[in-house]
């Protein structure tokens, strides 16, 4: 079994083989990624070692040279001196200490293992990482309990691998503390670990009941007018968030900064009045134990009338990121789902020039799109009044009347639709509204019962 990450590890290798049928501008955007992922759990990547290869060493991922390369680099031999020089201070020899070799994908429980003792330092693969930095950024019950099922799906195989390893002698003939005759240790924790996923998977059904009830009072309350904003992490979906609602969503340049949703409403109010979902943000390789557990957090997107894909237009690997973020939300079945694509971060491409190149190439390719900058207030105006036109295209004219026995009701109309004139007769009060058709017949379906 992998060990924990520990607090003082600091340094660290990328490893990764390179497929046939992976291009070398893919294969260095995923190292990018990888090393951005390990500098968000807090490591400096010092090196990195790539190989080509037809297919993955069965025994330990890498072929036995690159192995042996990543063995002297770690354990500070000479033809490594000069490179070790610079991670290391001359008042703590051990300081430059490699704890880590992340490596670019998913590998066997028993590939990982053979890697770790060979090279003499801990192994991390993609998932894991993945795995982590949700594990520490999760804040609400939801998500803690979204990640820890997903990590506890991660390490059943790899503890039936340490079972199978342990064999024979790993069973224990002792029935105490719960564990059955001839059950061992790794028996035993592999039945917590279903009981404890058991228990989860409860825990989240019932937290999805509540959240659809909520869910389904705002809707009653303020009408159906949402908006998700989706994309891959790290493209600005929660700085846009802020612009868009004024709110004060956790902005960070790291990877998996935001994993619950948020919903917040459209500033300054628009009718209908609009809410505006941030979303956790995806990645290549998603581990799929999370796409199911966050299925529900997803589903946030689902119930919006629009979404907005957020794609990082500096990144060099934005078309990779673009199709990923397409496939998830093909799996989650969010496809039908009106969407915008909105190409962010334009300020970061280059001079003046090469913006307007940019920007006029992704406009050509992807019809409707909207390019800008999160950072400029115009930009998000501009962002804005799309938002408001999509919705207001939606929008119905209609007369709805209120009886005078249910005036306390009236609030309900200005919150969910623009009243045009409003006129009363001995009966009750008309109302000339502008709203969206569900929203109107909502309205009309409460009245009729005042
Ligand atoms: N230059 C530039 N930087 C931006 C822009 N939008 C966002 N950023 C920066 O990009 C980084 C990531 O922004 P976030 O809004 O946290 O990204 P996110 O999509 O919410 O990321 P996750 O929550 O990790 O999925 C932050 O450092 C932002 O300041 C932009 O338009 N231009
Ligand atoms: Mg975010």
């Known amino acids: 079994m992998q060990r924990e990450v520990q607090e003082k590890s600091r340094f660290a290798v990328v490893a990764a083989v390179q497929l046939p049928s992976v291009s070398d501008v893919e294969f260095e955007a995923s190292l990018t990624e990888l090393r951005e992922l390990a500098k968000t759990l807090g490591f400096e990547v010092v090196h990195k070692f ?3 290869r037809s297919g993955f060493d069965k025994t330990a991922y890498l072929g036995v040279g690159k192995r042996e390369e990543i063995r002297c680099f770690v354990n500070n031999e000479p033809e490594f001196a000069e490179l070790n020089e610079t991670r290391q201070s001359a008042a703590d020899p051990c300081s430059g200490e490699i704890d880590v070799i992340f490596v670019d994908h998913e590998i066997s429980p028993s590939q990982a293992r053979n890697l770790e003792k060979e090279v003499g330092c801990q192994v991390m693969d993609r998932t894991m990482v993945i ?11 939801a998500a803690r309990a979204q990640v820890e099922i997903a990590r506890l799906g991660y390490m059943a195989p790899r503890l039936r691998e340490a079972a199978k390893l342990a064999g024979p002698q790993g069973r224990q003939r002792s029935g105490l503390g719960g564990r059955g005759a001839g059950e061992s240790h790794t028996e035993m924790d592999r039945r917590k670990i279903r009981d404890r996923i058991a228990e989860l998977q409860l825990e989240i059904t019932a937290m999805d009941v509540e959240r659809k009830t909520q869910r389904a009072r705002r809707q009653e309350r303020q009408g159906l007018a949402g908006v998700a904003l989706v994309g891959y992490t790290n493209a600005g979906k929660s700085t846009l968030m802020r612009a868009l609602t004024g709110s004060e969503v956790l902005v960070a ?20 009045r609009i809410l505006v979902s941030d979303t956790v943000g995806f990645i290549k390789n998603l581990p799929h134990g999370l796409v199911a557990s966050f299925k529900s957090t997803l589903e946030e997107a689902l119930d919006a009338s629009l979404l907005l894909h957020i794609i ?11 199709e990923v973020t397409d496939d998830v939300l093909d799996e989650i079945g969010a496809k039908a789902v009106p969407l915008i694509r909105i190409f962010n971060k334009i300020d970061h491409v280059g001079d003046a020039a090469a913006q307007s190149e940019c920007a006029a190439a992704l406009r050509a390719q992807y019809p409707d799109c909207i390019v800008m900058s999160a950072r400029r207030p115009d930009d998000v105006a501009k962002l804005r009044e799309r938002i408001v036109g999509f919705f207001q295209g939606n ?16 609030g309900a109309i200005y919150a969910s639709c623009e009243v045009l004139a409003e006129r009363a007769d001995g009966e009750g009060a008309f109302f000339r509204v502008r709203g969206e058709s569900d929203a109107v017949k909502g309205l009309r379906e409460q009245f009729s019962r005042a």
Do not use: C, Y
């Not at 948020?262 to 628009?270: C, D, K, W």
């Open 131 to 141: 795995l982590e930095i949700f594990h520490r950024n999760a804040r609400s019950r």
């Open 312 to 322: 990082d237009a500096s990144d060099p690997g934005f078309e990779r990121q673009l």
């Open 50 to 52: 790539m190989q080509k």
């Open 253 to 272: 340049n790291k990877l998996f900064a935001t994993l619950d949703t948020t919903v917040r409403a459209l500033h300054p109010e628009s009718v209908p």
């Open 395 to 410: 929008l119905v004219e209609d007369e709805i009347f209120l009886p005078w026995s249910a005036q306390q009701l009236r």
